[in-house]
Nanobody
Framework: QVQLVESGGGLVQPGGSLKLSCAASENIARMYAMDWTRQAPGKQREWVATIFKTTTTGYADSVRGRFIISRDNARNTVYLEMNNLKPEDTAVYYC???????????WGQGTQVTVSS
């Protein structure tokens, strides 16, 4: 069982930046992939970004060019740097660890990001 704890959320004005952190209880270098997803009020959860064991990354079209996913294996932590934030980025952001290509998957409790003036 991998435990994940997200932090770094908060209230930010449009155009601002935040950096989210996801601290894992186990060695993330052994994980097939680490993901960030988000869920806005009244909407389904959507994928935001992934960083694979190979360090290859992928981004949703809505955040590409503004968000950067990274990992620090020594700290067992994954980050999501969010720049030029927009009101539509407002959501609860969740970290996910995929142990293997076919699971299991583990989730954190989420951190709230609110973009508003």
């Amino acid at each position: 069982q991998v435990q994940l704890v997200e932090s770094g959320g908060g209230l930010v004005q449009p155009g601002g930046s935040l950096k989210l952190s996801c601290a894992a209880s186990e060695n993330i270098a052994r994980m097939y992939a680490m993901d960030w997803t988000r869920q806005a009020p009244g909407k389904q959860r959507e994928w935001v970004a992934t960083i694979f064991k190979t360090t290859t990354t992928g981004y949703a079209d809505s955040v590409r060019g503004r968000f950067i996913i990274s990992r620090d294996n020594a700290r067992n932590t994954v980050y999501l740097e969010m720049n030029n934030l927009k009101p539509e980025d407002t959501a609860v952001y969740y970290c996910q660890a995929r142990q293997n290509i076919d699971g299991p998957e583990f989730w954190g409790q989420g951190t709230q990001v609110t973009v508003s003036s």
